[in-house]
């Protein structure tokens, strides 16, 4: 089960880390992705972190802004979100799947969480 938190409202600019708590599993052999989607829009690839490895892999459009990384001992992923821009604001949702491969599409991530929503002003 995966749960989402930290989103809100913050001005362009600034910064957010949303959480993704993740709960009945060993996370040792999983990937976690960051996935947004904003309103009317498809859902687009952030970033993804490799459990084991903690390796990472940003969106090329997102890479220098957005960042995932994780806490073993909280069973926790994070993504940092800076310089935030209006166009940024969507639902933000974390996935989970099997295996070290910080892939991008979304069918091959298996459990979703509910997403948490982030509204930037300008």
């Known amino acids: 089960r995966l749960v989402e938190s930290g989103g809100g409202l913050v001005q362009a600019g600034g910064s957010l880390r949303l959480s993704c708590v993740v709960s009945?599993?060993?996370?040792?052999?999983?990937?976690i992705a960051w996935y947004r989607q904003p309103p009317g829009k498809e859902r687009e690839f952030v970033a993804a972190?490799?459990?084991?490895?903690?390796?990472?892999y940003t969106s090329e459009s997102l890479k220098g802004r957005f960042t995932a990384s994780r806490d073993n001992a909280q069973n926790t992923a994070y993504l940092h979100a800076d310089s935030l821009k209006p166009e940024d604001a969507a639902d933000y949702f974390c996935?989970?799947?099997?295996?070290?491969?910080?892939?991008?599409?979304?069918?091959?991530?298996?459990?979703w969480g509910q997403g948490t929503q982030v509204t930037v002003s300008s």
């Open positions: 009945g599993d060993t996370l040792s052999d999983y990937t």
């Open positions: 972190i490799s459990w084991a490895y903690s390796s990472t």
């Open positions: 996935a989970a799947r099997r295996g070290s491969d910080t892939a991008s599409e979304p069918y091959k991530y298996t459990n």
